[in-house]
């Protein structure tokens, strides 16, 4: 499991396409953490590349306010304040401040999507 970062960013390596390599750093960079407990290179705060950052919020968010075999769907208010409570140590800071204020049209576009 540890290993798909990497596996991952070196199928992508092969494109020299920007699209592809914005995809290749998310990929290899998006189970860093903030605190530098992350993997697989232990890079913390801003170090992480940004795109990174966006995308381990948006993961964990879509992880916890959608049902999986293994779990039922949590509120959007409790994966919210999970994620509250993991900002500046899982989490940018800013990037977690981004997500509340992006939350309208977040929770407008799920309800737009759940209608198709």
């Not at 750093?25 to 992480?48: F, K, M, N, Q, T």
């Not at 999970?82 to 799920?110: M, W, Y």
């Amino acid at each position: 499991m540890r290993q798909h970062p990497q596996i991952g960013a070196e199928i992508l390596d092969r494109s020299s396409s920007t699209l592809i390599q914005l995809a290749r750093s998310v990929a290899l960079y998006h189970h860093e953490r903030w605190d530098g407990s992350g993997y697989p290179a232990g890079i913390s705060g801003e170090a992480i590349p940004i795109e990174a950052r966006i995308v381990a919020v948006a993961d964990v968010y879509d992880a916890l306010t959608n049902k999986r075999p293994y779990k039922e769907a949590w509120s959007v208010e409790a994966a919210i304040a999970e994620i509250e409570t993991q900002s500046g140590k899982h989490f940018d800071p800013q990037v977690v401040e981004a997500l509340k204020t992006c939350l309208p049209d977040i929770i407008a576009l799920n309800a737009q999507w759940q209608e198709l």
